[in-house]
């Protein structure tokens, strides 16, 4: 039971990237997808999460408008799609994964089924 987090790199500013989170040795349909990020020296700060179905998302206010998360149950993976990139984005992007229970959380704090290893993400001219 895993998932792996894929898809970060060095971008230029305004940039864009897509990160991917797949599972493995479980079904993703009954799992709400968390990302997070942790900057150097900085605590880990929620970004993201999807529903299992896809049909609800939250942002956290620094991301709205740039970050767009989406999902292909069939492949059993995740997105978050990162456009706009600017310097502060640069982090280690984590997703995680948390029985859908009728909503969203991007508590970093809270417990999460499973949590992927980081991709990063650097943003730099």
């Known amino acids: 039971v895993q998932l792996q987090a894929s898809g970060g790199g060095l971008v230029q500013p305004g940039g864009s990237l897509r990160l991917s989170c797949a599972a493995s040795?479980?079904?993703?349909?009954?799992?709400?997808i968390s990302w997070f990020r942790q900057a150097p020296g900085k605590e880990r700060e929620g970004v993201s999460c999807?529903?299992?179905?896809?049909?609800?998302?939250v942002y956290a206010e620094s991301v709205k408008g740039r970050f767009t998360a989406s999902r292909d149950n069939a492949k059993n993976t995740v997105y978050l799609q990162i456009d706009g990139l600017k310097p502060e984005d640069t982090a280690v992007y984590y997703c995680a994964a948390q029985e859908w229970l009728g909503f969203c959380r991007i508590d970093p704090s809270r417990e999460y089924r499973v949590w992927g290893q980081g991709t990063q993400v650097t943003v730099s001219s």
């Open positions: 999807i529903s299992s179905s896809g049909g609800t998302t």
């Open positions: 040795g479980f079904p993703l349909d009954y799992y709400a």
